[in-house]
């Protein structure tokens, strides 16, 4: 990002902007990091790391914090060209008091015991909050989370629904669904039951969306009573994932939540990988999968992420089109500073503007929020600069309002917060 | 795009020179509009406009104009980011008068006057041409179109062919095309000729390309007479599309008129979409798909546009090798500046500047050919700027003769007009 | 590339830095050219040459060199706006003395005469290494090259494995293979013995990798031993590509070679284009197909090339995860400005820094080496200025050590030179 004047201006302007994080996966009830390992055991780093040449043998259970944090920052300067390198260059610049500017293996300890300290602070959450000026952040709970103990006000519930479309064929998964819902799946009528009964306890807590991330071959499809009957009788559910995707958008349209589509990612791609740094993708996949569904429910809000860049000029053009199509946020591989300004840029460009939710964090822990929307806003800014305010289409004002609206305004309208 | 000294020297460069618009959809008996009404119908507003929001009710027939027109601009603050609203914006500026900077709902009434007495000027036709700097536009005629009642100079006949290639199974396009040439189907010859009296009807009035769109999993091929007997007489016509593609392309190389492809767009995705709102695309489609013709028909320019710009590279690529493939514009859903500019950049890079045809407007209106061409020039000299003059490879009078040439020089030269 | 003073000072920088060039198609009894004919009989522009208009007509052998030069010089005012024109100016300007600013048809003779006398000088190899820094350049090695007469210290051997991959149904390949081994092909352990029987001999001569170009359908299989000696005993060796790759990576594995994957490539589509000039592709491909191979074998690296840049983002993202994937230079249609300006920085943003080989030729001759490294140096010190430099990341001196990076010390550690 050029460092000029205008872009100074509008990141300190939308840098002032309080956040609403559509999406994440916070754990309400240990929200902040208690240490660095915390911190640098987001797969981000254990991924970059062993990519770079670390074994596994220091994410070990047996290994200590602080051999881990040591092994994974002495990897540190393999990586550091990367955006993630600069979100922990940030955390430690803002939430540790850092002030060289590059972090090598002789910062692990040094930074390990700031991290102890300031993370030990009774008020840090609340500190965390204050700095990031977060207001709200959205949660990603498993259909069976009990929902208690936090403020759902502040923590916003979000039912995951990934189990119950892919995994229905576990016992374990039915087994939990019956816990949960007090129903027996014996047909495709107390499946609904059963799915409904989730819906009505994560709207009772304020749940404000439904989400769940998808492969790229996916493609929902409505299977009829007598079909789900012959698949949970006889097969273990095999074969329904296409068929309860579908119940569940009947449920957002019937409990008027928007469905979140993460779309295009393989799990287990590299089967060696360290935790949550196996999956990959298919660049493969269309958005004409979702036809079908897209025409079904129109009062059904799908705000929808896709994993690469590639397939970012179908999601501008589906939600050109379809009106219950929403782009949201930049996500995983696609959560880099050269694909946030492409697919930024080419959405503004014909996506009406009250359409597009600029950014969520996606973050583990709290600390997270802050060091991802600068990154953000930084290039929100220097799109706003170039493709608005330089050509005269937008003064620093206007522009500023277009900002605020992907920050914020977007989120608050469309999640209905 | 940077409003510096060079881009805005190019540009009034490129804005002097006198445009051949190689691809239209103007009706030559009603070329320029009657009303507010006539522009804003333009399917790209009521897309826009519906996707933020807008019911189909404002867009029934038995809505007032004034109406429509209103709801239409009422929704504009919902989608003034776009490249689209621009057009319009450099529409009311140009041509209607307006002096402001950004139109919102209150301005529906002052338009649709000013239009309503502008409009209506005796010499309005005159008028476009001479402010647009048009010499030429292409037209797009269905099959059975007379040609008459027209300048065929100045509105470019070009025969469309999709009703030919993927209608023929219907009924009625036999019937037209019996009455079109008096030819009745009943075998390969048969069809043959009724398609050859086609071409000599649109040669002798002036023809000057043949061209159809295609759908992305489209594959041309040669059937032999036989199988297209066998489908003419036993099945209606019913698989033939590849086949009658075949026997088009070489009535283009007997009749030496370039085929324009328009390569990817899936009809009606979108059933309840405003009328021309409803087409999508699926991203996985290739060029591959015409290798058999590309080298079966050498002697046939094939000046291909393709929707997506993830498929730029393949057709940068096939340009680059096959001297009869030659890249045309920037399509529909690419038609916006990220896509322009990511694509132009491309071309300029590895294609002949020979083969290279700069823009068309794709317009159904006269007005819309000003601002869509002043989009594309704004982008090329920031292109010619950035690319070219200042990496020192050429003068800015060398860049403007290159500017000129996918302008102007490549469409005469192509179309030989 | 804007001309800008720090663009400018690490260009410098980097241009100091000597090269290891780890792909290319140099003959090392034949390296340098001997006449302009060498020069502009690359496939770059034959290819540019004839898809701008010229017959095949002056490639044949009867033609003399001159002719043809005059031919292929005699078209440039149709091709130089391309990259592939812009390297050959530059070959003109470094190595023949040309001092104007584009080249005509005028000057054919004129740089024809100079090549003659400048490529005739006995020290013309060693002025080539000197001018353009040269320390050491990779070869591309059919299977049974005796790898005899220079001196494999300079010209790195890389057994390419194309043919034995691809092209072992054919007697001549069967031939050859037991020629160069004095293995005949019965079954399973046979094909072993042969194909180890070529990696000692490359190995012990020197070799540092091993190489295969790929269709963009293309998935390596571990087939088993009953298969294969079916196969090679009842079917002349007709299925076995998959399989046989799958040995050759046990055999990188065993010999500690890495195995450059050169993806995407259909060969022969533009049946009737000039030599080499036949090959385009397929955009729908994916790394997915690599993922058992990427598995089964985390010991041995795998330095990989992707033929679109619409790949790249997989490439990144399979970088980001697999410790033993790499990404591998701007590959043919890659090779050009916009495409390695795009692919370069989306890598820099995600991708370890040990892991990224920046650039390699792909030359045929020598000479053609300086000007395809100068572009990507351009584009390398553009993306550090614009990434690194101006946004505070990186001082300059840090921007020129990571470039380093790229264009030498990883080049030195992945194939250990």
Known sequence: MPADQLVADLTAALDAIPLI????????????????????????????????????????????????????????????????????????????GYDGTRITAGDADKLLDAAETTFAQ???????????????????????????????????????????????????????????????????????????????????????????????????????DEYLYEQIRH?????????????????????????????GVNRRVYVNGVHQGQDLFDQRTSLIQYKRVFNAFPEVTFPVSVLTSAQNQELV?????????????????SNVPPYIRKDLGERLSAVPKTKLIGYYSDAYKLEFVLPKYAMYRRILATTLADDFVRP???????????G????RDNVRDTFKV
Chains 1, 2, 3 share one sequence.
């Not at 273990?236 to 779309?263: N, S, T, Y």
Request: proline share 6%.
């Open 122 to 224: 009774p008020d840090w959450e609340k500190q965390v909050f204050a700095k990031t000026k977060l207001e709200k952040i959205f949660l990603t709970n498993e259909f069976d989370d009990p929902l208690e103990g936090f403020d759902t006000n502040v923590y916003v519930p979000c039912l995951r629904t990934d189990s119950l479309v892919f995994q229905l064929d576990r016992a374990e998964t039915r087994e939990r669904l019956f816990k949960a819902t007090g129903v027996q799946l014996r047909d495709a009528g107390s499946l609904r039951k059963a799915l409904a009964t989730l819906f009505l306890h994560f709207t009772r807590k304020g749940a404000k969306a439904c989400a769940i991330s998808l492969p790229p071959d996916f493609e929902p499809a409505h299977y009829d």
């Open 392 to 402: 005269g289409v937008l003064s620093e004002a206007g522009a500023v309002a277009l």
């Open 21 to 96: 994080d559509p999406h994440s996966h916070i754990d309400p009830l240990a929200p902040v990091s208690k240490s660095l390992d915390d911190i640098l055991g987001y797969h981000y780093y254990t991924e970059l790391a062993h990519s770079a040449g670390m074994s596994q043998e220091p994410l070990g259970k047996d290994v200590s914090p602080r051999d881990r944090v040591r092994a994974i920052v002495g990897h540190m300067d393999r990586y550091d060209n990367t955006a993630q390198y600069r979100w922990f260059l940030d955390i430690a610049r803002t939430f540790l």
């Open 317 to 333: 053009a589906y939600s050109w089109i379809f009106p219950n199509v929403v782009p949201n946020g930049h996500w995983w591989y």
């Open 235 to 263: 097969h273990d559910c095999r074969d329904i994932g296409p068929g309860v995707f579908w119940l569940i958008a009947e449920l957002c349209r019937d409990f008027k939540l928007p469905f979140d589509l993460m779309i």
């Open 404 to 407: 605020t609206r992907l920050l």
